[in-house]
């Protein structure tokens, strides 16, 4: 071989080593980014969830306020 197609083998190891390194930082990135996704989502269905069953308690507390003159009505001492 001579120097320049040494020089050349090398560039081009080094330049493939390169695009190795920035795929592997592509998919790091890409998996930190699904990873935030599902975790983001799953923070929303937990929100909702506690959303809805505050709501439910409300209801329930509601109705109860609301029957409590009826219940001193029926009472006969």
Do not use: C, F
């Amino acid at each position: 071989m001579t120097g320049n197609t040494m020089l050349q083998a090398l560039q081009t190891k080094i330049l493939l080593a390169i695009l190795a390194a920035l795929l592997a930082v592509a998919g790091v990135m890409t998996y930190q980014r699904h990873e935030t996704s599902k975790a983001v989502l799953e923070r929303q269905r937990q929100y909702e969830l506690l959303r809805q069953q505050v709501e439910k308690d409300k209801k329930k507390h509601n109705s109860a306020a609301a029957n409590e003159g009826k219940t001193w009505q029926k009472y006969v001492p």
